[in-house]
């Protein structure tokens, strides 16, 4: 499902606006680890409503240690969200960036990854 959101309609979101409050917890999936060694990893989707339409947000994660995970990667954040500037132009995907990680910060995420790998060891 989180490459999916590629295909949802694009929504513009004024960077910095706060009206995405309401993002839930969809779904979180975690991989197979490989060997004893290996790290879990898995993804986590998470939507809301931004201006009557829905937005989605995706992105993997790695558990660090026992019950602590982090984003695989902060530049990955997969969304139909396309990010406008003060200017008024579409952010690059490096640009918006810093403010899809403040929403991502904002979010109970961890916790509900958290919740899943419970389920798991």
Known sequence: ????????????????DDGLADFRHVNTCIAAAVGSSQRLTGQTVWAGRVGGAEAGMAWDWVEITSGIVAMAD??????????????????????????????????????EV????????
């Open 1 to 16: 499902m989180p490459w999916s959101l590629r295909a949802w309609p694009p929504l513009l979101w004024q960077a910095g």
């Open 74 to 111: 902060p530049l990955a954040v997969v969304t139909n969200l396309r990010v406008v500037g003060d200017e008024g132009e579409v952010l690059t995907a490096l640009e918006a960036a810093r403010y899809l990680n403040g929403l991502v910060r904002n979010l109970p995420w961890q916790h």
């Open 114 to 121: 958290g919740r899943a790998l419970a389920t798991r060891h």
